[in-house]
């Protein structure tokens, strides 16, 4: 009897912890988007479509984002990536977007990634991150849906394009969600990562140059101090021999 309550616990149990498992990987798991470095409003990001692949008998092998039609981005430009083919869809505004003085009257509307061959796509137990520049973000907006669909190599479809409701659970297959921060005061709206890197590679020569210098003052010191122990030794010499030539 006890063998078999200590079964029963088992099974009840095992089979707990499995719902827990089940009904909890949405949260961790799911498509989402991040920035590299500050996402500003009123400036332009660099951001990552994180896809994980959570099939073990298939490979993720296309991801389509669909962009925000209420706030509409006049520039999308996707990073290049090896074993991926990338397709950009324009559509036409119903308001036309201003961008540096000109009308911008189309937008994107859709990024598609499709692997190239059937073994470039995402295998099992790994991720991906799909980098694209976006801009200019809007001012009067605190965040950005990306309504993202994932297919997999078996041709399952997975849609990520369920919007968190305020005050309720997180849906079982949320769509993808960008936080956009304040822009500063001095009205800086932060950077891209090529900004990042030039300002990195500015600062790094910057050192450069400074530490040049102090090597240049440290060695003009060096040969200054050196000239006059020089001299004065020439100096001493000379009374030296000059005692000697009165001796005699």
Known sequence: MKASRLAATGAVAATAVSAVIVLSSPAFAHVSVAAEGTAAKGGYAV????????????????????????????SVMPEPMAGWKIEVTKSKLAKPLELHGEQITEAVSKVTWTAATKDSGIPTGYFEKFPVSIGALPENADELVFKAIQTYSNKEVVRWIEVQEDGAEEPETPAPVLALSAASEDGHHGSTAAENADAKTENAAATTEVAAGDSSDTTARVLGVVGIVVGALGVAYGVLAGRRRSDA
């Open 47 to 74: 951001v990552d479509f994180k896809v994980p692949n959570e099939r073990d008998n298939a490979s993720t092998t296309k991801l389509e984002v669909n962009f925000p039609t209420d706030h509409p981005l006049a």
